[in-house]
């Protein structure tokens, strides 16, 4: 058991797994396999609580997962059928031993886990200092134990307890905890920050993600905002934070995807899998979505038609790879609709008192549905008055919730922190609405959108063609291990796709990769390029809008002349770039608005193959967090 003292400062715990068990199972055997499904959203430290004896024991330890269970191996916790876990993802406060998961009370009879932030911890630990409580540290979540310790020796109900404790908080936060003198329960407590419920039977789940329970269970509950919960073997309670039942307001459904989605299926790393199954992801995201008769049938874009038909404006908020998504999203929209479409960061999104109002269609895009930045984005939009459409990939989650419809891509999970499925996915996604919005608007007649729909169909088989060819690339990103720089440059659609290549090197190879406009070259970044610099340039179909491929095969032989190596991703037959290509990745024929479904393709592949070259952890690198639930 592990409860020692923390160093000063501040900690706290943003974005991390918790899984929460009542059943007839060890608890620890279903909390630390659970864990395992988590760590993606944190791995800085790990630990466990399990009521057993009429007691409680914990162990927590800095690091990844496996450091808690060798933690384990050598001093085991004694066997018990409640418990709860956490994996965390550290802000402030280093990630050690001290601040990991769970905090106790005192007389270590209470035991919480915590993911959020509680803002005013520092009130609330001064008045507890004041009526004589010791806390060890100075974390948020420590706060709760204590709070929670307090008002269980008045009511001697633990859910109630929770409710309390909760109406005193501020902030962003899940919360789950037990005490040992209610075995065989557990409570949670949801504000902003992801929980669900797996109900299974004999047994019941409480988990940030569904991946922690569906190897046992694919029945799920949405828990919603300021809602608490209160799990038995054989009952799952839910109330507001006011204790009003919410039972009718809560929304149950059946997980479509099941255990071997949620493994690695024989591949070293997550990464390749996700990579590997992109065929198959388009391919879902796709279906049921286009009738007999090639129009769309967007049934979930519940904006009524009168609603889009009036839209002036359309504005893409989104992070990270889903943003490069975004971008790409921008010359779709515009050119099937005419309707002037921006992307903007997240992140930038509000501070700049946007101009929105109800004519303006906002599209928040998101992998994981709990990233803050697009979260605060989305609500300020709402607030404005603009119709929130969410393109998302997690059931239930709070983007979607929050939104006025939703869009989900059919990736199925997505474990690894770099996006891969989960970007064609999102492309897809966008390609599908702006057609839609095409459609209703009457700017993309039936039979255009027709055929549009119909390269799109072909478009899992090219990205299946592209994979089949892909040694060379891995080949060559071997070569270039010990390199520094690679950057990476494209035109029109091809930009973003630069970036987002430049952004997988970045995130798992921690390599300097920068991607740029071909044509902003001669505008400074040129004078980066030196002899040998690797250079990866995305280059638009030679037939159609040849007046782009011509531009970008001028930009290609300005920098060879300057002694870059040059990696050109090119449109299989693309005679006209093959002399200036000292590496030539060729990539099947699409229409240009299509072709970063099939060029991004091999940029993740090429990153996942230098990190695992420069001996880097592919699935987990360092510093980030698959899902970032912090502004
Ligand atoms: O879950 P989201 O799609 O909202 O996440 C957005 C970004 O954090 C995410 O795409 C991030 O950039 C990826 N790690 C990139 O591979």
């Known amino acids: 058991m592990t409860h020692g003292r923390r160093p000063p400062g501040r900690t706290l715990h943003p974005m991390c797994g918790i899984v929460g068990y009542v059943g007839g199972q060890s608890a620890l055997d279903v909390v630390l396999a659970g864990l395992r499904r988590l760590e993606y959203r944190g791995y800085d430290s790990a630990g466990v609580a399990v009521l057993a004896d009429g007691g409680l024991a914990a162990a927590k330890k800095a690091g990844k997962l496996a450091n808690l269970e060798k933690e384990l191996a050598g001093r085991p916790l004694p066997s018990g059928a409640t418990g709860i876990g956490h994996t965390r993802w550290a802000t402030h406060g280093g990630p050690t031993d001290a601040n990991a998961h769970p905090h106790l009370d005192n007389p270590g009879r209470v035991a919480v886990v915590h993911n959020g932030i509680i803002e005013n911890f520092a009130a609330l630990r001064a008045e507890l200092a004041e009526r004589g409580h010791a806390l060890e540290s100075e974390t948020d979540t420590e706060v709760v134990a204590h709070l929670l310790s307090e008002v269980f020796s008045s009511c001697g109900d633990l859910a109630e307890s929770m409710r309390q404790v909760c109406r005193r908080l501020e902030?962003?936060?899940?919360?789950?905890?037990?005490?040992?003198?209610?075995?065989?329960?557990?409570?949670?407590?949801?504000?902003?920050?992801?929980?669900?419920?797996?109900?299974?039977?004999?047994?019941?789940?409480?988990?940030?993600?569904?991946?922690?329970?569906?190897?046992?269970?694919?029945?799920?509950?949405?828990?919603?905002?300021?809602?608490?919960?209160?799990?038995?073997?054989?009952?799952?309670?839910?109330?507001g934070f006011d204790g009003t039942p919410a039972d009718d307001a809560v929304r149950a459904y059946h997980v479509d995807w099941d255990a071997s989605a949620a493994e690695k299926g024989g591949y070293d790393y997550f990464m390749l899998k996700e990579i590997a199954e992109q065929p198959r992801a388009v391919a879902d995201t796709l279906l049921g979505r286009i009738d007999a008769a090639g129009s769309l049938t967007l049934d979930e874009v519940r904006i009524p038609a009168s609603v889009l038909r009036e839209v002036d404006k359309v504005v893409i908020v989104a992070c990270g790879t889903a943003y490069h998504a975004g971008m790409i999203a921008k010359y779709a929209i515009e050119h099937w609709t005419r309707i002037p479409c921006e992307t903007e960061l997240a992140s930038e999104f509000r501070y700049r008192d946007p101009i929105l109002d109800q004519r303006t269609l906002v599209i928040a895009i998101s992998q994981s549905g709990e990233t803050m930045d697009t979260l605060m984005a989305l609500r300020h939009a709402r607030e404005?008055?603009?119709?929130?459409?969410?393109?998302?990939?997690?059931?239930?989650?709070?983007?979607?919730?929050?939104?006025?419809?939703?869009?989900?891509?059919?990736?199925?999970?997505?474990?690894?922190?770099?996006?891969?499925?989960?970007?064609?996915?999102?492309?897809?996604?966008?390609?599908l609405v702006a057609l839609y919005l095409g459609q209703v608007r009457g700017t993309k007649w039936g039979d255009e959108v027709g055929s549009v729909v119909r390269e799109l169909s072909?478009?899992?088989?090219?990205?299946?063609?592209?994979?089949?060819?892909?040694?060379?690339?891995?080949?060559?990103?071997?070569?270039?291990?010990?390199?520094?720089t690679v950057l990476f440059l494209g035109r029109h659609v091809g930009y973003p796709v630069a970036l987002e290549g430049a952004l997988k090197l970045k995130e798992l190879a921690y390599m300097h990769a920068e991607g740029f406009a071909a044509g902003e070259l001669k505008h400074g970044p040129i004078a980066l390029i030196e002899d040998d610099l690797p250079v990866v340039v995305v280059v638009p179909s030679p037939r159609g809008r040849?007046?782009?491929?011509?531009?970008?095969?001028?930009?290609?032989?300005e920098i060879r002349a300057r002694g870059a190596?040059?990696?050109?991703?090119?449109?299989?037959?693309?005679?006209?770039?093959?002399?200036?290509?000292?590496?030539?990745?060729?990539?099947?024929?699409?229409?240009?608005?299509?072709?970063?479904?099939?060029?991004?393709?091999?940029l993740q592949v090429f990153a996942c193959e230098l990190a695992t070259a420069r001996g880097n952890e592919v699935d987990q690198p360092r510093n980030l967090a698959k899902s970032v639930t912090v502004e």
Do not use: W
Not at 460 to 480: F, H, I, N
Not at 546 to 557: G, M, Y
Not at 584 to 590: C, G
């Open 171 to 239: 902030g962003a936060f899940t919360l789950v905890a037990v005490h040992a003198d209610e075995p065989d329960v557990v409570v949670g407590a949801r504000r902003n920050s992801p929980l669900v419920v797996g109900v299974g039977d004999g047994e019941n789940f409480l988990a940030s993600d569904v991946a922690a329970f569906i190897a046992h269970t694919r029945e799920a509950i949405e828990l919603g905002q300021d809602q608490v919960v209160e799990l038995r073997r054989d009952r799952v309670t839910v109330t």
């Open 384 to 431: 404005q008055g603009a119709n929130v459409l969410a393109i998302c990939n997690t059931n239930g989650s709070t983007i979607p919730r929050e939104s006025d419809a939703v869009l989900y891509t059919h990736a199925g999970p997505e474990v690894a922190v770099a996006s891969t499925k989960a970007f064609l996915t999102q492309l897809v996604a966008c390609y």
């Open 458 to 484: 072909e478009i899992a088989g090219e990205v299946e063609e592209v994979l089949e060819t892909m040694e060379p690339v891995r080949e060559l990103a071997r070569s270039l291990a010990d390199k520094n």
């Open 546 to 557: 040849s007046v782009l491929h011509d531009k970008i095969v001028s930009n290609i032989q």
């Open 565 to 602: 190596r040059t990696i050109v991703i090119a449109e299989r037959g693309d005679e006209a770039v093959r002399p200036y290509a000292d590496h030539l990745i060729e990539v099947p024929p699409t229409p240009v608005l299509l072709q970063p479904l099939v060029a991004t393709v091999p």
